[in-house]
């Protein structure tokens, strides 16, 4: 670290500019702290005088740190040349999200309320832009309107889409349909491209406000209909890492392929323990062994995972493509991992009857479900058993004699598991955690990767057993680095907003429901709630619109604790192969271990945290556009068939109906309600009818008839059938109503990821 004097006394961050830089120039904090003293923008020189910037080294540095917050939207040139603060200049920087209508809304950095960019605004930027932009006012429906004053990041470079010919004139239609501007082909770069391919464009060109975007065809994907293509179309339109960069495979394959007998000194050695591993039948990387066993009135838990971080070192090629994926991707019959499969299946995969490293998290259970004690150990074990959660539940609910036998060496403790397990659920019960006990599915393809069945998937107490496990293991993870003061990607779920709050309680009115905690409801108050639903119709109706009131859990080493869990600490300690937050959990807890200082900053952990948050939407993301598709392809085999279903979502334009066991969802647009006007409440998540009084309410039962499916829009449009059938004549639009929009809260997959 430099002991260089700072050059310059009056910039509060005038220490940390000289330990960083060998010729530092004035921080960032400086340069805003001027500009509001002075309340007007200035230029460059009188920037330079004023912080006492001198020389031509110092001055070509200084104006590459202007480009710098330029470009960061912390300040803002005009036409004159000067810098000034955008909050000065009522300027708010954020993400365009474009909508396929041509219309789009700027997401604020800030958190603040949404602009509404209108059409003419949105030919000049793409979906994705990063932008200043200047509020106008409000329209005529209310909202906030503004338009962009500045691109300071485009998006996209390369988009994916069909090639088409039209005119003579060469262009592609994006797949991603938040893109609304077709991208013209200059000529000669279409290469080999065929009309109607799936093709990748790179922008060469961007669009403005006279000009559509231009570009050159870069790859040729394949036919439309291919198998796996709606794969190959989400990885790119979601930007997911799915080649290795050089040496990154390389690197993995230089670990020898087993452990050697002396990577057990100094390390604890659980080899003679019977830890298994419990995941899917699926399942080819195996996290995380458990093992219990009585101990006084209580008991000893061990939850062993496996040892990333001994092979994946800081600044390795290894390490920067795991964090840039920042997680692996699971796609039906498909995944991209996170690191390569030389580690991920292999050397780090606790896989049976071989020796392998890991990181134990040791517990002693009170009989009550607290954790008394717990204790960290670099060890080293040897899986028993290699179980799925279908063989753990026949053993231990449904008594399978045949399993039972098989797997005697490890049964007694399965069965201390299983008491453990009970104890554990039934302290997060008590303690007030909410737990929606939403349907999943599991696609089944044929040989030819199309979908032949849709079947539900169902959670058995091997998951939930399993669940509690990692779920003490995490908490215990994040009071250790808590309680010793180390920047940590803690996983944070916020309380809900007052508004979601206000419709939630305004809704439940409806229902003659009520919730509990006044303007600060805890957890408890909802399980309280959901508890009291169990036995109605409308169950289903109350969770779903109580889990889209929720917030969405992400990493931040501002620990504000877990809501819907109920616990002040809590992070992702338990499943390092497949995402970053847990390797650095790792890290840090070796780190500690080993009596070393933490490896990053509080402000470096703020940008590994928002960067996994990120990565793990665009994997969600991904993933759903990818199911969304594959489900509308299995639907062209059932247009004109019936269907019961389930009304998911309500809007103002139609209802989303749920079909029954297969859980795909489409649209009954207005039109095709019935010969009336139907008014959108959406406080309760209805329709009604002006004339008719019919109400389609969220989570009502209905049957619907599939009448067309759209596969370049994934989309499904239903009919009512059967006795919900209209009688006569389609629906008028409503006379009013507020913007469309779709219904959110959709299923989460992964149970693990909370």
């Known amino acids: 670290m430099s002991t260089r004097k700072p050059r310059n006394d009056t910039d509060p961050m005038a220490e940390r500019e000289a330990a960083k830089y060998e010729f530092p120039v004035p921080s960032r904090e400086a340069i805003l702290e001027v500009l509001t003293k002075r309340g007007q923008p200035l230029d460059f020189n009188e920037l330079a005088e004023a912080l006492n910037v001198a020389g031509e080294r110092d001055q070509d540095a200084f104006g590459r740190r202007l ?30 999200s474009g909508h396929p209508d041509g219309f789009g809304f700027l997401i604020p950095d800030d958190g603040s309320a949404d602009l509404f960019l209108p059409p003419p605004t949105m030919r000049a930027v793409m979906h994705g832009d990063i932008v200043m932009a200047r509020e106008t006012g409000l329209d005529q429906r209310g909202r906030r309107e503004g338009v962009v004053v500045e691109v300071l990041e485009r998006g996209r470079t390369r988009v994916v889409g069909r090639y088409t010919i039209e005119q003579r004139v060469g262009l592609v239609v994006p797949e991603e349909r938040r893109l609304s501007q077709n991208i013209l082909i200059t000529p000669g770069g279409e290469g080999n491209a065929q009309p109607g391919q799936i093709v990748v464009v790179e922008i060469t060109q961007p669009p403005t406000a006279r000009t559509a975007p231009m570009g050159n065809i870069v790859e040729v994907l394949g036919e439309h209909m291919a198998p796996g293509m709606e794969i190959e179309i989400a990885k790119r339109n979601h930007d997911i890492p799915y080649e290795w960069p050089p040496g990154v495979e ?106 392998r490293l890991c990181t134990i998290c040791e ?48 049964l007694p403790h399965l069965e201390t598991l299983f008491t453990l397990y009970k104890i554990l659920h039934l302290a997060r019960q008590q303690r007030g955690a909410v737990d929606f006990e939403l349907p999943e599915t599991r696609i089944v393809f044929d040989d030819n990767r199309k979908i032949r069945e849709i079947v539900p998937v169902f959670r058995n107490d091997a998951h939930r057993l399993i669940e509690e496990c990692m779920l003490v293991a995490n908490v ?13 990607p803690y996983r944070i779920h916020e309380v809900p907003p007052p508004d979601k709050l206000s419709d939630v309680r305004e809704f439940l009115t409806g229902l003659g429901l009520s919730l509990a905690g006044g303007d600060k409801p805890e957890a408890k108050h909802y399980a309280k709630l959901l508890k009291s639903v169990e036995q109605r119709p409308d169950r289903r109706l109350v969770e779903t619109v109580l889990l889209r009131s929720f917030s969405q859990a992400v990493y931040s080493p501002d620990n504000i604790g877990h809501f819907a869990l109920g616990f002040p600490h809590y992070t992702h300690f338990t499943s390092p192969i497949r995402r970053y937050p847990d390797l650095m959990v790792h890290r840090a807890i070796k780190r500690l271990l080993h009596r070393e200082p933490a490896e990053v900053t509080e402000d470096q952990m ?19 556009d990818v199911v969304r598709w594959l489900k509308a392809e299995y639907m062209m085999e059932h247009i004109g068939g019936e269907f019961d279903g389930i009304i998911s979502g309500v809007t103002n334009f139609g209802i989303f109906v749920e079909l029954a066991n297969i859980f795909i969802d489409g649209l009954v647009h207005i039109t095709a309600l019935g010969n009336d006007y139907f008014q959108f ?25 599939v009448v067309r499916v759209s596969l370049e829009e994934a989309r499904i449009d239903f009919e009512l059938a059967g006795s919900n ?30």
């Open 67 to 96: 480009r710098a917050m330029e470009r960061d939207g912390q300040l803002l040139r005009n036409r004159r040349g000067r810098y000034g603060l955008p909050s000065k200049m009522e300027m708010v920087r954020g993400r365009v």
């Open 250 to 355: 390389a690197e993995a394959e230089r670990f020898a392929r087993t452990v050697p007998p002396e990577a057990a000194h100094g390390r604890l050695d659980v080899r003679s323990l019977p830890l298994v591993t419990i995941d899917g039948e699926d399942a080819r990387d195996f996290d995380d062994a458990v093992y219990a066993e009585p101990k006084g009135k209580g008991y000893r838990l061990i939850v062993a995972i496996a040892d990333v971080a001994h092979y994946v070192k800081p600044a390795s090629a290894l390490d920067k493509e795991g964090l840039n994926r920042g997680n692996s991707v699971y796609f039906p019959k498909s995944v991209i991992p996170m690191l390569p499969e030389a580690l991920s299946n292999g050397l780090c995969s606790l896989n049976p009857d071989v020796d």
């Open 363 to 410: 517990m002693e259970i009170s009989p009550s479900g607290d954790i008394r004690h717990h204790q960290f150990h670099e060890g080293i074990m040897r899986s028993q058993a290699r179980l799925t959660y279908t063989q753990v539940a026949a053993m231990l609910v449904d008594r399978d004699e045949a399993l039972r036998a098989q797997y005697s060496r490890v």
């Open 476 to 488: 215990c993870a994040a009071e250790y680095l808590k309680k010793n003061k180390v920047p940590t």
């Open 606 to 624: 703020k940008v590994i945290s928002a960067h996994c948050s990120k990565t793990e939407r665009r994997a969600d993301e991904a993933t759903r």
């Open 681 to 705: 409440d959406q406080a309760l998540h209805q329709l009604i009818g002006e004339r008719s009084h019919q109400k389609f309410r969220l989570g009502d039962a209905v049957r619907v008839k």
């Open 725 to 754: 059938a209209p009688a006569g004549g389609k629906a008028r639009q409503p006379r009013s109503g507020k913007d469309r929009h779709k219904p959110g809260g959709q299923r989460k997959s992964r149970r693990r990821r909370r």
